[in-house]
Every structure is written in structure tokens, then in C-alpha cells.
């Protein structure tokens, strides 16, 4: 069985998957490869600022 790995060539930046579940510009993934090669997070689907349902009040 493979343990899987975990090391990554490249430091992709945390992508929410519930967030690009439904998204269409990065096909769920949560981050795009630009033309550079590099990873970045989806501005579709991804919000730079964190919006989870944590109702403290
Ligand atoms: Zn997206």
C-alpha cells in the first residue's frame, strides 16, 4: 500500500475544496496553474479572506 506522498514539488497554497466543489474556472480544484507554472489560489472560488460559519455570538 502506498503511504502517499506528501511531499509536494511545489508549495501549493491551501485551497478550500468545499469552496471549489462547485466551481467551474479551476474544475473543483481551488488553485490554478498560471502560465508560469506556478500554483495559485482560484479568485473564482477561493475569497482571500477566510468565510466559514462560525456563528460566535
Ligand atoms: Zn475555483
Redesign the pocket.
Known amino acids: 500500500m502506498t503511504y502517499g506522498t506528501m511531499a509536494a514539488p511545489e508549495a501549493n497554497p491551501r ?1 478550500n475544496a468545499a ?2 466543489a462547485d ?10 496553474i498560471t502560465s508560469q507554472g506556478r500554483h495559485e ?6 475569497s482571500p479572506t477566510e468565510r466559514e460559519c462560525h456563528d460566535s455570538s
Open positions: 485551497a469552496l471549489a466551481c467551474e474556472v479551476c474544475n473543483g480544484w481551488g488553485t490554478l489560489l482560484c479568485q473564482a472560488c477561493q
